[in-house]
Protein backbone atom coordinates (compact mmCIF):
# COMPACT_ATOMS: atom_id res chain seq x y z
CA UNK A 1 0.00 0.00 0.00
CA UNK A 2 1.31 3.10 -1.07
CA UNK A 3 0.67 4.80 3.06
CA UNK A 4 2.79 1.73 4.17
CA UNK A 5 5.55 3.34 2.23
CA UNK A 6 4.97 6.72 2.31
CA UNK A 7 5.04 5.22 6.06
CA UNK A 8 8.33 4.39 5.97
CA UNK A 9 10.10 6.59 4.38
CA UNK A 10 8.64 9.59 6.18
CA UNK A 11 6.99 9.24 9.52
CA UNK A 12 8.73 11.49 10.79
CA UNK A 13 7.83 14.81 8.72
CA UNK A 14 4.73 13.59 6.58
CA UNK A 15 1.44 14.20 9.25
CA UNK A 16 -1.23 11.79 7.76
CA UNK A 17 -4.59 12.66 7.06
CA UNK A 18 -6.64 11.42 9.92
CA UNK A 19 -3.87 12.85 12.43
CA UNK A 20 -4.46 16.25 10.33
CA UNK A 21 -8.13 16.61 10.38
CA UNK A 22 -8.46 15.61 14.04
CA UNK A 23 -6.12 18.35 14.54
CA UNK A 24 -8.02 21.03 12.99
CA UNK A 25 -11.73 19.98 13.10
CA UNK A 26 -13.31 22.00 16.15
CA UNK A 27 -16.99 22.52 17.02
CA UNK A 28 -19.37 22.58 13.86
CA UNK A 29 -17.81 21.88 10.52
CA UNK A 30 -18.00 22.27 6.71
CA UNK A 31 -15.92 19.58 5.21
CA UNK A 32 -14.25 19.64 1.65
CA UNK A 33 -13.35 16.37 0.38
CA UNK A 34 -10.17 16.03 -1.91
CA UNK A 35 -9.48 12.91 -4.58
CA UNK A 36 -6.71 12.72 -6.30
CA UNK A 37 -6.85 11.61 -9.94
CA UNK A 38 -3.26 11.42 -10.51
CA UNK A 39 -0.97 14.22 -12.80
CA UNK A 40 -2.56 17.39 -11.99
CA UNK A 41 -6.03 15.68 -11.92
CA UNK A 42 -8.49 16.71 -8.74
CA UNK A 43 -12.15 15.95 -7.66
CA UNK A 44 -13.15 18.51 -5.13
CA UNK A 45 -16.77 18.40 -3.56
CA UNK A 46 -18.30 20.30 -1.28
CA UNK A 47 -21.80 19.84 -0.45
CA UNK A 48 -23.05 18.93 -3.38
CA UNK A 49 -20.73 20.78 -5.58
CA UNK A 50 -18.27 18.72 -7.98
CA UNK A 51 -15.28 20.55 -8.82
CA UNK A 52 -12.47 19.26 -11.35
CA UNK A 53 -9.22 20.05 -11.84
CA UNK A 54 -7.16 18.69 -15.23
CA UNK A 55 -9.49 15.19 -15.07
CA UNK A 56 -6.82 13.20 -16.57
CA UNK A 57 -7.73 9.16 -15.88
CA UNK A 58 -6.63 7.64 -19.26
CA UNK A 59 -2.58 7.36 -18.12
CA UNK A 60 -1.62 5.99 -21.31
CA UNK A 61 1.27 3.95 -21.37
CA UNK A 62 3.57 6.75 -23.33
CA UNK A 63 6.28 5.35 -25.14
CA UNK A 64 9.33 7.00 -23.39
CA UNK A 65 11.86 6.43 -20.36
CA UNK A 66 8.98 6.95 -17.81
CA UNK A 67 6.83 3.39 -19.04
CA UNK A 68 7.38 0.37 -17.36
CA UNK A 69 8.24 -2.79 -18.47
CA UNK A 70 5.93 -4.76 -16.67
CA UNK A 71 2.78 -2.67 -18.16
CA UNK A 72 1.74 -4.67 -21.06
CA UNK A 73 -0.90 -2.52 -21.99
CA UNK A 74 -0.67 -0.92 -25.63
CA UNK A 75 2.37 1.47 -26.05
CA UNK A 76 1.31 5.00 -28.06
CA UNK A 77 3.76 7.51 -29.84
CA UNK A 78 2.85 11.28 -29.60
CA UNK A 79 1.77 10.98 -33.07
CA UNK A 80 -0.60 8.50 -32.55
CA UNK A 81 -4.76 9.93 -32.12
CA UNK A 82 -5.72 9.89 -28.37
CA UNK A 83 -8.66 8.04 -27.25
CA UNK A 84 -9.96 8.28 -23.90
CA UNK A 85 -10.61 5.12 -21.29
CA UNK A 86 -14.62 5.72 -21.18
CA UNK A 87 -14.54 2.80 -18.77
CA UNK A 88 -12.24 4.06 -16.36
CA UNK A 89 -13.78 7.13 -15.77
CA UNK A 90 -17.47 6.35 -15.94
CA UNK A 91 -15.99 4.28 -12.81
CA UNK A 92 -14.39 6.98 -11.07
CA UNK A 93 -16.57 10.00 -12.44
CA UNK A 94 -20.19 9.85 -11.97
CA UNK A 95 -20.73 14.14 -11.66
CA UNK A 96 -19.01 17.78 -12.16
CA UNK A 97 -20.42 20.71 -12.07
CA UNK A 98 -16.95 22.51 -12.80
CA UNK A 99 -13.97 21.56 -14.67
CA UNK A 100 -10.66 23.73 -14.55
CA UNK A 101 -7.89 23.24 -16.90
CA UNK A 102 -4.63 24.52 -16.16
CA UNK A 103 -3.29 24.87 -20.13
CA UNK A 104 -3.87 22.36 -22.32
CA UNK A 105 -1.20 19.47 -22.42
CA UNK A 106 -2.84 15.73 -23.13
CA UNK A 107 -1.73 14.99 -19.72
CA UNK A 108 -4.21 17.69 -18.30
CA UNK A 109 -7.19 18.23 -21.30
CA UNK A 110 -7.61 15.10 -23.22
CA UNK A 111 -9.72 13.36 -20.96
CA UNK A 112 -12.10 16.41 -20.14
CA UNK A 113 -14.25 16.55 -23.64
CA UNK A 114 -15.33 13.16 -22.84
CA UNK A 115 -16.33 14.19 -19.05
CA UNK A 116 -17.61 17.76 -20.60
CA UNK A 117 -20.16 15.22 -22.91
CA UNK A 118 -20.78 12.49 -19.98
CA UNK A 119 -21.68 15.67 -16.66
CA UNK A 120 -22.34 18.69 -19.03
CA UNK A 121 -20.23 20.43 -16.23
CA UNK A 122 -19.35 24.03 -17.25
CA UNK A 123 -15.63 24.20 -18.29
CA UNK A 124 -12.46 27.40 -17.51
CA UNK A 125 -9.52 27.33 -19.30
CA UNK A 126 -7.99 29.40 -21.85
CA UNK A 127 -9.02 30.44 -25.41
CA UNK A 128 -6.87 27.28 -26.63
CA UNK A 129 -8.74 24.81 -24.20
CA UNK A 130 -12.16 26.41 -25.23
CA UNK A 131 -11.37 26.14 -28.90
CA UNK A 132 -10.29 22.32 -28.44
CA UNK A 133 -13.38 21.37 -26.63
CA UNK A 134 -15.04 23.14 -29.10
CA UNK A 135 -13.50 20.82 -31.80
CA UNK A 136 -15.23 17.92 -29.85
CA UNK A 137 -18.60 19.42 -29.90
CA UNK A 138 -18.54 20.99 -26.16
CA UNK A 139 -21.51 23.93 -26.83
CA UNK A 140 -20.51 27.74 -26.04
CA UNK A 141 -22.69 27.45 -23.31
CA UNK A 142 -20.46 25.07 -21.11
CA UNK A 143 -17.15 27.27 -21.71
CA UNK A 144 -15.76 30.37 -19.67
CA UNK A 145 -12.60 31.30 -21.81
CA UNK A 146 -10.18 33.12 -19.78
CA UNK A 147 -6.99 34.24 -20.28
CA UNK A 148 -5.85 35.59 -16.79
CA UNK A 149 -6.98 38.22 -14.17
CA UNK A 150 -10.45 37.10 -14.16
CA UNK A 151 -12.18 37.18 -10.66
CA UNK A 152 -15.35 35.81 -11.12
CA UNK A 153 -18.59 34.51 -8.70
CA UNK A 154 -20.49 31.70 -8.93
CA UNK A 155 -24.10 30.49 -7.30
CA UNK A 156 -21.21 28.09 -4.65
CA UNK A 157 -17.65 29.63 -5.04
CA UNK A 158 -15.55 32.21 -6.61
CA UNK A 159 -12.66 32.14 -8.51
CA UNK A 160 -9.65 34.24 -9.29
CA UNK A 161 -7.83 33.03 -12.65
CA UNK A 162 -4.56 33.69 -12.33
CA UNK A 163 -1.58 33.87 -15.12
CA UNK A 164 1.20 31.51 -15.07
CA UNK A 165 4.16 29.75 -16.77
CA UNK A 166 4.26 26.28 -17.75
CA UNK A 167 6.78 24.32 -15.75
CA UNK A 168 10.51 24.22 -17.24
CA UNK A 169 10.79 21.31 -19.08
CA UNK A 170 14.05 19.74 -20.44
CA UNK A 171 16.15 21.71 -18.32
CA UNK A 172 14.68 25.05 -19.21
CA UNK A 173 14.70 24.46 -22.76
CA UNK A 174 10.68 24.28 -23.41
CA UNK A 175 9.05 27.06 -25.02
CA UNK A 176 5.92 26.71 -26.90
CA UNK A 177 3.91 30.17 -27.94
CA UNK A 178 1.27 28.59 -29.85
CA UNK A 179 -2.12 28.81 -29.49
CA UNK A 180 -5.57 27.72 -31.03
CA UNK A 181 -7.00 30.73 -32.17
CA UNK A 182 -9.79 28.39 -33.91
CA UNK A 183 -10.94 25.00 -33.00
CA UNK A 184 -8.30 22.87 -34.41
CA UNK A 185 -9.42 19.39 -36.20
CA UNK A 186 -11.31 16.62 -34.10
CA UNK A 187 -10.12 14.16 -32.56
CA UNK A 188 -6.48 15.16 -31.89
CA UNK A 189 -3.26 13.73 -31.58
CA UNK A 190 -1.86 13.55 -28.48
CA UNK A 191 1.08 15.95 -29.87
CA UNK A 192 -1.73 18.13 -31.24
CA UNK A 193 -2.39 19.30 -27.15
CA UNK A 194 -0.57 21.93 -27.51
CA UNK A 195 0.06 23.91 -24.06
CA UNK A 196 -1.95 26.82 -25.53
CA UNK A 197 -1.03 28.92 -22.29
CA UNK A 198 -1.01 28.15 -18.49
CA UNK A 199 -3.06 29.53 -15.47
CA UNK A 200 -3.33 28.97 -11.60
CA UNK A 201 -6.95 29.05 -9.98
CA UNK A 202 -7.61 30.40 -6.58
CA UNK A 203 -10.85 28.63 -5.76
CA UNK A 204 -12.57 30.61 -2.51
CA UNK A 205 -15.04 28.06 -1.46
CA UNK A 206 -17.46 28.45 1.70
CA UNK A 207 -14.58 27.50 4.53
CA UNK A 208 -11.25 27.01 2.39
CA UNK A 209 -9.44 29.40 -0.20
CA UNK A 210 -7.74 26.45 -2.23
CA UNK A 211 -4.66 27.78 -4.71
CA UNK A 212 -4.64 25.57 -7.74
CA UNK A 213 -0.98 24.41 -10.05
CA UNK A 214 -1.08 22.95 -13.16
CA UNK A 215 2.70 23.05 -13.03
CA UNK A 216 6.06 23.55 -11.25
CA UNK A 217 6.30 27.01 -11.97
CA UNK A 218 4.73 30.54 -11.16
CA UNK A 219 4.43 34.34 -11.48
CA UNK A 220 5.95 35.17 -8.21
CA UNK A 221 4.20 38.84 -8.64
CA UNK A 222 0.78 37.35 -9.29
CA UNK A 223 0.47 35.34 -5.82
CA UNK A 224 2.20 37.64 -3.82
CA UNK A 225 -0.03 38.74 -1.32
CA UNK A 226 -2.77 35.53 -2.09
CA UNK A 227 -3.71 33.90 1.52
CA UNK A 228 -4.82 30.54 0.56
CA UNK A 229 -5.29 27.83 3.30
CA UNK A 230 -4.84 25.15 0.86
CA UNK A 231 -1.91 25.23 -1.96
CA UNK A 232 -1.97 22.03 -4.64
CA UNK A 233 1.73 22.61 -5.46
CA UNK A 234 3.41 21.00 -8.40
CA UNK A 235 6.47 18.97 -7.39
CA UNK A 236 7.95 17.37 -10.27
CA UNK A 237 12.02 17.26 -11.25
CA UNK A 238 11.31 20.20 -13.29
CA UNK A 239 10.64 22.28 -10.18
CA UNK A 240 13.94 21.90 -9.27
CA UNK A 241 15.10 24.66 -12.35
CA UNK A 242 13.40 27.06 -10.77
CA UNK A 243 15.74 29.18 -7.77
CA UNK A 244 14.17 28.67 -4.63
CA UNK A 245 11.19 27.40 -6.00
CA UNK A 246 9.32 26.02 -2.58
CA UNK A 247 10.54 28.64 -0.79
CA UNK A 248 9.43 31.46 -2.94
CA UNK A 249 6.08 30.09 -3.60
CA UNK A 250 5.20 29.83 0.50
CA UNK A 251 6.27 32.67 0.82
CA UNK A 252 4.41 34.47 -1.52
CA UNK A 253 1.50 32.93 -0.52
CA UNK A 254 1.72 33.28 3.43
CA UNK A 255 2.78 29.99 4.17
CA UNK A 256 -0.44 28.26 3.81
CA UNK A 257 -1.27 25.78 6.38
CA UNK A 258 -1.96 22.66 3.94
CA UNK A 259 0.19 21.91 1.40
CA UNK A 260 -0.50 19.06 -0.60
CA UNK A 261 2.05 18.03 -3.69
CA UNK A 262 0.12 17.75 -7.29
CA UNK A 263 1.60 16.68 -10.84
CA UNK A 264 4.44 14.07 -8.50
CA UNK A 265 3.33 11.06 -9.76
CA UNK A 266 4.37 8.75 -13.08
CA UNK A 267 0.91 9.38 -14.90
CA UNK A 268 2.18 7.05 -17.89
CA UNK A 269 1.39 3.64 -15.79
CA UNK A 270 -2.17 2.25 -14.20
CA UNK A 271 -3.02 3.20 -11.17
CA UNK A 272 -2.31 0.31 -9.21
CA UNK A 273 1.46 0.72 -10.37
CA UNK A 274 3.70 1.68 -7.29
CA UNK A 275 4.77 4.94 -6.92
CA UNK A 276 7.44 4.47 -4.62
CA UNK A 277 10.13 5.73 -6.60
CA UNK A 278 8.51 8.98 -7.58
CA UNK A 279 7.88 9.08 -3.44
CA UNK A 280 11.30 8.67 -2.53
CA UNK A 281 13.05 11.24 -5.79
CA UNK A 282 10.23 13.50 -5.07
CA UNK A 283 8.29 13.59 -2.40
CA UNK A 284 10.33 13.29 0.23
CA UNK A 285 12.82 16.07 -0.47
CA UNK A 286 10.13 18.33 -1.52
CA UNK A 287 8.74 17.73 2.36
CA UNK A 288 12.30 18.93 3.66
CA UNK A 289 11.65 21.92 1.31
CA UNK A 290 8.47 22.25 2.93
CA UNK A 291 9.52 22.06 6.48
CA UNK A 292 12.82 24.40 5.79
CA UNK A 293 10.34 26.66 4.58
CA UNK A 294 7.20 26.77 6.20
CA UNK A 295 7.85 24.85 9.55
CA UNK A 296 4.11 25.71 10.86
CA UNK A 297 2.62 24.07 7.08
CA UNK A 298 1.45 20.70 7.27
CA UNK A 299 1.90 18.51 3.95
CA UNK A 300 -0.59 15.99 3.13
CA UNK A 301 0.14 12.94 0.57
CA UNK A 302 -2.41 11.50 -1.71
CA UNK A 303 -2.70 8.42 -2.50
CA UNK A 304 -4.17 8.20 -6.02
CA UNK A 305 -8.50 7.51 -5.85
CA UNK A 306 -9.05 7.87 -2.30
CA UNK A 307 -10.44 10.45 -0.63
CA UNK A 308 -9.34 12.46 2.21
CA UNK A 309 -12.00 15.58 3.48
CA UNK A 310 -10.33 18.40 5.35
CA UNK A 311 -12.53 20.32 8.13
CA UNK A 312 -13.05 23.76 9.23
CA UNK A 313 -15.16 25.90 11.31
CA UNK A 314 -16.97 28.38 9.64
Not at 44 to 70: E, H, M
Amino acid sequence: MLVKHIRDIIINVLVFVPLFISQIAFGQSQQLELKYLGAAGWIITQDSLVVLLDPYLTRLKLDSPASDSKDTRKSYERSDYFQSDSALIDKVIQKADYIFVHHSHFDHLSDVPYIAKKTRAKVIGTESTCNILRAYGIPDDQLYEVQGGEDYIFEEFSVKVIPSLHSALRFKHFFDSRVYKDPPGAPLKIADFIEGGSLMYLIRFDTHQVLTMGGMNFIEKEVVGLTPDVILTGVNFSRNEIFNYTGRLLTATNFPKIVIPTHWDNFRVPYEFSQQKAIEDKIVPFIEEVKAASPESRVIVPEHLKSFVIKSTK
